[in-house]
Nanobody
């Protein structure tokens, strides 16, 4: 079992920055990949960024819409993942979810609202 808790959402102006955190607990030793998704009203949930960590390498990937503006990172103990969001746009408004695939299961956090508005 894995539990994920997001934090750091809120209201930000266009061009501003926000950092989201996702704390994992439970069977965290089995988590290699952690992802951030988002879902805007009336739209499907989309992958924003992912990070995969092994003993030798760390791989990251980003959606085209956020590449160069968002940065995903993970602390060494592998139980917290961050999403640093810079130069934010109106279209970044969404509920952001943390995700961790473990074996054949997908674990999700409860989501945190991010609103970009002037």
């Amino acid at each position: 079992q894995v539990q994920l808790v997001e934090s750091g959402g809120g209201l930000v102006q266009p061009g501003g920055s926000l950092r989201l955190s996702c704390a994992a607990s439970g069977s965290i030793f089995s988590i290699n990949t952690m992802r951030w998704y988002r879902q805007a009203p009336g739209k499907p949930r989309e992958l924003v960024a992912a990070i995969t960590s092994t003993s030798n390498i760390e791989l990251v990937e980003y959606a085209d819409s956020v590449r160069g503006r968002f940065t995903i990172s993970r602390i060494n103990t592998k139980n917290t993942v961050y999403l640093q969001m810079n130069f934010m746009k109106y279209e970044d408004t969404a509920v952001y979810y943390c995700n961790a695939p473990v074996d054949d299961l997908d674990y999700w956090g409860q989501g945190t609202q991010v609103t970009v508005s002037s």
